[in-house]
């Protein structure tokens, strides 16, 4: 089976990883897709996210791609064929999100969408918390929740900018 894990990933944490990392048990292959999303603002460009994930998922090479997709995902799901969408969710305020986009996706898609929680030590990690930490310096606290390929990468980009 082909599975998708799609998302803005801004940035890509060990929360992701979490769930991507099961989900490579349940899955042949899937597809982790770099989203852009025109209502939000980023903190990283799409190029930098797709690296970021590259950069976490080394491991995983053989059984996932990264790539980027300016377009809707219910789009780039028909295009591929794919089977399911993974979802990661910590909590009842995503799941009430994630229910909404289900419903969109089961009108635009024929993928069955599959919701995975992160185990109990990434169950509070989230981008917005690593943008913070990001945002005010504190680059020390943001690698708690990151890879150390992807701090590495991120602190660079930040002394670059």
Do not use: W
Request: net charge neutral; hydrophobic share 40%.
């Amino acid at each position: 089976m082909k599975a998708i894990y799609p998302g803005s990933f801004d940035p890509f944490t060990l929360g992701h990883l979490n769930i991507l990392e099961r989900a490579a048990r349940l899955f042949d292959h899937i597809d982790v897709v770099v989203a852009s999303n025109r209502s939000k603002n980023y903190m990283f460009s799409a190029e930098e996210r797709y690296e970021i994930i590259r950069l976490s998922t080394d491991h995983l090479q053989q059984s996932l791609s990264v790539v980027q997709y300016p377009g809707i995902i219910a789009d780039y799901i028909q295009e591929n064929h794919i089977d399911a969408i993974i979802r990661g969710i910590r909590g009842s305020t995503d799941l009430d999100y994630e229910i909404k986009l289900e419903q969109y996706n089961r009108k635009a898609c024929l993928a069955e969408t599959v919701y995975l929680t992160p185990t109990t030590k990434h169950l509070n990690t989230s981008s917005t918390l690593v943008k913070m930490f990001l945002q005010s310096k504190k680059l020390d606290l943001a690698a708690e929740y990151l890879t150390d390929n992807a701090h590495a990468y991120i602190g660079s980009l930040l002394r670059a900018k």
